[in-house]
């Protein structure tokens, strides 16, 4: 029998397992759950057997692929697959797949949450400032990006969006104004939220050249990846530029010198939470568990990442 795991050392909620449970049950599969696991060997057994892997942010080395021998398909429920050793995974025959958009909403409401929250001063009850007027600037324009710019234009923003991926128009359909390059981005917006997948392009993408472009009362917002800013670069701003400020739900190396050195300039969710809530849980998990009964019952490839 068609056996797949469900492996998260950060689990999903009870609610999202018992529904990913009953949708693997429901295809005639067998369901396996590994949780807070604590050492990769944990994670090398229990894949052994699987033919089919659910995973969060796990990381999905070569060995795991390794003890993995009888695995067809592995599913990141979520958006970044940084975490699965793709070039492996391909060699092996392994289809990958992630989630897109399932949670996209989630971390477009910690986005604006956290911009909230440093433009009031933190809840500080002092004077602070509103979003409403300010320009934003979206770092690319997947479902993230979409969603944040719809929740954005609610609050009065003016926004931007780069992405050299989209045509101007399929930006401009949604209400926003598409920018050309990078630079104009980063010279027109005020507040610029990070959007963008870390890859060999756009890791350390992020450097001072660009942010030292943003305008008077800058602020740098990332939901995406740590790894796409460059973080001595980061450092220099913040020591050069007293009116830039940084918010990231994907906590820097460099986090307890801003903490020391900027205080009040910055906020980072203790954990990375953009896609923890239940909704989003619920609705990674299911498509997740969609794609692999799809896949074993209708050769659907759709949503593979490493084709
Ligand atoms: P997505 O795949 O829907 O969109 C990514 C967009 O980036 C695409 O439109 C693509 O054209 C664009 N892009 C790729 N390379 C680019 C580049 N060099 N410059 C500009 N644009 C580029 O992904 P998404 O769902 O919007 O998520 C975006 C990223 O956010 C993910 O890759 C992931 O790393 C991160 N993320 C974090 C959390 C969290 O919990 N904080 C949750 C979901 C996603």
């Known amino acids: 029998m068609t056996k797949v795991l469900l492996a998260t050392e950060k689990p999903f909620s009870p609610a999202a397992v018992k529904q990913i449970q009953a949708v693997v049950e429901e295809a005639g599969f067998e369901f396996a759950l590994l949780e807070k696991y604590t050492a990769p060997e944990q994670f090398y057994q229990a894949v052994s057997g699987a033919d089919a892997l659910i995973v969060r942010s796990d990381l999905v080395t070569p060995q795991v692929l390794e003890a993995a021998k009888a695995l067809k398909i592995v599913v990141r429920a979520g958006a970044g697959f940084d975490n699965?050793?793709?070039?492996?995974?391909?060699?092996?025959?392994?289809?990958?797949?992630?989630?897109?958009?399932?949670?996209?909403?989630?971390?477009a409401e910690?986005?604006?949450?956290?911009?909230?929250?440093?433009?009031r001063g933190c809840f500080n009850g002092k004077s602070g400032s509103e979003l409403r007027g300010k320009t934003l600037g979206l770092h690319a324009f997947g479902n993230v990006g979409r969603r944040v710019a719809e929740i954005a234009k609610g609050f009065g923003m003016h926004v931007y969006a780069y992405d050299p991926f989209l045509t101007k128009d399929a930006i401009e359909n949604e209400g926003v104004t598409a920018l050309a390059s990078?630079?104009?981005?980063?010279?027109?917006?005020?507040?610029?939220?990070?959007?963008?997948?870390?890859?060999?392009?756009?890791?350390?993408?992020?450097?001072?050249?660009?942010?030292?472009?943003?305008p008077q009362g800058a602020t740098l917002v990332n939901t995406a990846r740590k790894e796409v800013v460059n973080e001595a670069d980061l450092l220099k701003i913040f020591a050069e530029r007293p009116d830039f400020k940084y918010l990231s739900d994907v906590t820097p190396d460099c986090a307890a010198e801003i903490a020391e050195k900027f205080?009040?300039?910055?906020?980072?969710?203790?954990?990375?939470?953009?896609?923890?809530?239940?909704?989003?849980?619920?609705n990674a998990g299911i498509a997740a568990a969609n794609q692999i009964r799809d896949f074993f019952q209708k050769g659907d490839t759709r949503f593979q990442v490493n084709k």
Do not use: W
Not at 95 to 105: E, K, R, S, Y
Not at 110 to 119: D, E, I, P
Not at 264 to 282: C, D, H, L, S, W
């Open 84 to 107: 699965i050793d793709l070039p492996t995974a391909t060699a092996k025959g392994v289809v990958v797949m992630n989630t897109p958009g399932q949670n996209a909403n989630a971390v």
């Open 110 to 119: 910690l986005a604006l949450g956290m911009m909230v929250y440093l433009a």
């Open 182 to 214: 990078v630079e104009q981005l980063y010279d027109t917006c005020q507040y610029v939220s990070l959007h963008i997948p870390a890859n060999e392009q756009t890791r350390g993408s992020i450097n001072y050249a660009l942010l030292n472009r943003m």
């Open 263 to 282: 205080p009040g300039r910055f906020y980072f969710t203790p954990k990375k939470m953009g896609a923890q809530t239940e909704e989003a849980n619920v």
